[in-house]
T-cell receptor, first 116, second 114 residues
Framework: AQTVTQSQPEMSVQEAETVTLSCTYD???????LFWYKQPPSRQMILVIR??????QNATENRFSVNFQKAAKSFSLKISDSQLGDTAMYFC?????????????FGAGTTVTVRA | ETGVTQTPRHLVMGMTNKKSLKCEQH?????MYWYKQSAKKPLELMFV???????ENNSVPSRFSPECPNSSHLFLHLHTLQPEDSALYLC?????????????FGDGTRLSIL
């Protein structure tokens, strides 16, 4: 089983500033996918960004970007120009790219609060 | 609109009750999932159905009984639950199990066991 660790249970950021969420994972796989999901108070889990391990270029999605360090098994999420609507719990997730085993493993989550 | 709809949104039940959670997806997906989300713990995968066939049962107690009558609907039948079963139960779907496509989640059912 893969282990995904999010070491920051809670983070707070001022509106318009930048916050970085950390995520590390443990795997012996070489080919896999990494995701960040956002769960606002409405509870709907929304995919924020996805990274394929074979791609060296870091994924970006508008104000969200990742710093993927494959050797270090690190996958941090940077939220730039934070907005009040970014207040949510953020989950890092790992999925192997292995036939018949596309199981998601989640971290425990980081609660992000954006202050006005 | 997420494309994955879960009902009810909240459920309070006693340990001897029998109830069911429902999930419906309108995305044309073939794989559906049940997850359990407890406070301060990673999401736990419970069951996976692919083309209506159960492909994964992650050592879930028999007091949880899934049913997938078709690719668009997934149920979780509950009976004789324990207080530690109180959690948010999330349903998700994806294109199919044999795929690296991301999963789409519903809003969850908040279950409280008295």
């Amino acid at each position: 089983a893969q282990t995904v660790t999010q070491s920051q249970p809670e983070m707070s950021v001022q509106e318009a500033e930048t916050v970085t969420l950390s995520c590390t994972y443990d795997t012996s796989e070489n080919n896999y996918y990494l995701f960040w999901y956002k769960q606002p108070p409405s509870r709907q889990m929304i995919l924020v960004i996805r990274q394929e391990a074979y791609k060296q270029q870091n994924a970006t999605e508008n104000r969200f970007s990742v710093n993927f360090q494959k050797a270090a098994k690190s996958f941090s999420l940077k939220i730039s120009d934070s907005q009040l609507g970014d207040t949510a719990m953020y989950f890092c997730a790992f999925m192997p790219n292995r036939f018949n085993d596309y199981k998601l493993s989640f971290g425990a989550g980081t609660t992000v609060t954006v202050r006005a | 609109e997420t494309g994955v709809t879960q009902t009810p949104r909240h459920l309070v039940m006693g340990m001897t009750n029998k109830k069911s959670l429902k999930c419906e997806q309108h995305l044309g997906h073939n794989a559906m999932y049940w997850y359990k989300q407890s406070a301060k713990k990673p999401l736990e995968l419970m069951f996976v159905y692919n083309f209506k066939e159960q492909t994964e049962n992650n050592s879930v107690p028999s007091r949880f009984s899934p049913e997938c009558p078709n690719s668009s609907h997934l149920f979780l039948h509950l009976h004789t639950l324990q207080p530690e079963d109180s959690a948010l139960y999330l349903c998700a779907s994806s294109h199919d199990w044999d795929s690296n496509q991301p999963q789409h989640f519903g809003d969850g059912t908040r279950l409280s066991i008295l």
